[in-house]
């Protein structure tokens, strides 16, 4: 009850960190679609990078969250950004990179032969059929990996704080400081509750991009 009565009190408080969370997030995912989703691209029109690439994303993402902002912090700090959002994004962005990347690559491998043949058959060239057919054939694979990239940032950029990146870490951060339950519990529903709307969200605007034959 004290809880829910703190997050009925303090709406404006908790909304502009809401706010800060979703623009570090969106940030860090833009560019890494930016980046990602080209590289996938790369890798399937050069498959002997495939493996290279892939799996340096792989080992970025099993570094722990809170060691590979440690290791931000000094990295940064060479260009008077050791702490705030700069590392935090940079962290998140590079955890957003396997999902994106993995599902351009998955999507376009998995595109029907046949319909790569028949667009080879018409002279279509490799950027011509990707940008025709192939990438809106990999619609809904892609964005699959964007909304994991997104669900997995909202979570690890709650410990973005301990950086002073600000965002609904900082509750959390505060909860734990404080021995405040209240701030504590109220932090990690709010990241929770975020995390189920952008998934909800991103699955709609997945339906609305994908052309209406493969829905």
Not at 140 to 168: D, H, K, Q, Y
Not at 199 to 208: E, S
Request: positive net charge.
């Amino acid at each position: 009850m004290e809880t829910w009565q703190y997050l009925i009190h303090n709406t404006g408080y908790l909304l502009g960190l809401t706010r800060e969370h979703l623009q570090l997030v969106g940030l860090a995912v833009g560019l890494a679609v930016l980046l990602g989703v080209p590289l996938g691209v790369l890798i399937v029109r050069f498959r002997s990078l495939a493996s290279l690439v892939l799996g340096l994303a792989t080992v970025v993402l099993t570094i722990p969250a809170i060691a590979l902002f440690g290791l931000m912090i000094p990295l940064f700090s060479q260009i008077g950004h050791g702490i705030g959002a700069v590392p935090a994004v940079t962290a998140a962005f590079l955890y957003s990179l396997l999902p994106i990347v993995r599902n351009t690559h998955t999507a376009l491998t998995q595109v029907d032969p046949g319909i790569r043949e028949a667009g080879r058959g018409i002279g279509l060239t490799f950027w011509q059929r990707l940008k025709w057919v192939e990438l809106p054939l990999a619609v809904p694979v892609i964005f699959g990996g964007i909304r994991t990239a997104v669900v997995l940032n909202i979570g690890v950029m709650a410990i973005a704080a301990i950086v002073g990146a600000g965002g609904l870490g900082t509750l959390i951060l505060h909860g734990i400081s404080q021995s405040d339950i209240r701030k504590l519990i109220a932090g990690a529903v709010m990241v929770s509750l975020l995390a189920v709307v952008m998934d909800w969200a991103l699955l709609k605007l997945q339906r609305v991009l994908t052309p209406k034959g493969i829905r």
